[in-house]
């Protein structure tokens, strides 16, 4: 069994940034392609973000592109996700996601069907 636990949450100001964590328990992070996802009170939980097992492929939403930076370090079980120039529209609660990456399967990073293990989410709200 896997736990997610994400960390680095919080209140900023628009143009501030924030870096968000995953810590992995469980199983080794390095057997798991690992995503973060997003959802408001009025939206569907939507992708963000996302990263191989061996950070050697990622794939980010338009929406963020050029702000965002996903990153892991399987050493430390962790998954990062750095947003730098956060806009109001970025305030949502943010899911870290494991998807299981033995089998040779295909990577469909956008797919949350695809995700096998998800955190409890971490608020992030970006003041105007």
């Known amino acids: 069994q896997l736990h997610l636990e994400e960390s680095g949450g919080g209140l900023v100001q628009a143009g501030g940034s924030l870096r968000l964590s995953c810590q992995v328990f469980?199983?080794?992070?390095?057997?798991?392609?690992m995503g973060w996802f997003r959802q408001t009170a009025e939206n569907e939980r939507d992708f963000v973000a996302a990263?191989?097992?061996?950070?050697?492929?990622?794939d980010y939403a338009d929406s963020v592109k050029g702000r965002f930076a996903i990153s892991r370090d399987n050493a430390k079980e962790t998954v990062f996700l750095q947003m730098n120039n956060l806009e109001f529209e970025d305030t949502a609660v943010y899911y870290c996601a494991a998807d299981w990456a033995g089998g040779g399967t295909t990577w469909y990073p956008h797919d949350e069907i695809q995700y096998d293990y998800w955190g409890q989410g971490a608020q992030v709200t970006v003041s105007s």
């Open positions: 469980g199983r080794t992070c390095s057997m798991f392609h």
């Open positions: 990263i191989t097992w061996n950070g050697g492929d990622t």
